[in-house]
């Protein structure tokens, strides 16, 4: 099985990629470790970030793509970019996405048996979160 953990950020979808094979976790290498828009969300712009983001479950044979889900409202609340672009991950064919609340990765890896230390990982701070979403959906799935 292989999971995109994907955290919106602004402009930004950063993502990790993670492979379960034989019950072992690994992390395969990525051409890329986040895609953005480069203007504003214009319906190009838009089309051009799914077209990408489906060649790259294509090229890596993605399974799975699992967002973490931010909220409406508050001070943690996602921007109106931040959902064009779960919209336009929601809407790919061939691959299933997940929506997980925060709430529930954090249940997860703290039930979870499996522990992977984030600084041994090779991944960029920035990917941290991506990371924790795929490795508690994950978890589930063990």
Same mark, same amino acid.
């Given at each position: 099985m292989?999971?995109?953990?994907?955290?919106l950020?602004?402009n930004d979808?950063?993502i990790?990629?993670?492979?379960?094979e034989?019950?072992l976790?690994?992390?395969?290498?990525?051409?890329?470790?986040?895609?953005?828009l480069?203007?504003?969300?214009?319906?190009?712009?838009?089309?051009?970030?799914?077209?990408?983001?489906a060649q790259?479950?294509?090229?890596?044979?993605?399974?799975?793509?699992?967002?973490?889900?931010? #909220?409406?409202k508050? /001070?943690? &609340?996602?921007?109106?970019?931040?959902?064009?672009? !779960?919209? =336009?991950?929601?809407? $790919?064919? *061939?691959?299933?996405?997940i929506v997980?609340? #925060?709430?529930?990765? /954090?249940? &997860?890896?703290?039930?979870?048996r499996?522990?992977? !230390?984030? =600084?041994?990982?090779? $991944?960029k *701070?920035?990917q941290?979160?991506?990371?924790?979403?795929?490795?508690?959906?994950?978890?589930?799935?063990?």
């Amino acid at each position: 099985m292989r999971v995109c953990g994907v955290d919106l950020a602004g402009n930004d979808a950063n993502i990790a990629l993670m492979n379960l094979e034989n019950g072992l976790i690994q992390l395969p290498d990525c051409r890329t470790r986040k895609l953005s828009l480069q203007k504003a969300a214009t319906a190009h712009e838009l089309k051009y970030f799914q077209k990408s983001f489906a060649q790259l479950v294509q090229d890596y044979k993605i399974e799975t793509i699992v967002i973490r889900q931010r #909220p409406m409202k508050g /001070k943690f &609340a996602g921007g109106a970019i931040g959902f064009k672009l !779960e919209a =336009a991950l929601e809407l $790919l064919n *061939g691959v299933q996405v997940i929506v997980m609340p #925060p709430t529930e990765i /954090k249940a &997860a890896l703290k039930e979870s048996r499996v522990f992977i !230390e984030f =600084a041994e990982t090779g $991944l960029k *701070g920035f990917q941290k979160s991506a990371f924790e979403t795929a490795l508690a959906y994950m978890s589930q799935h063990l």
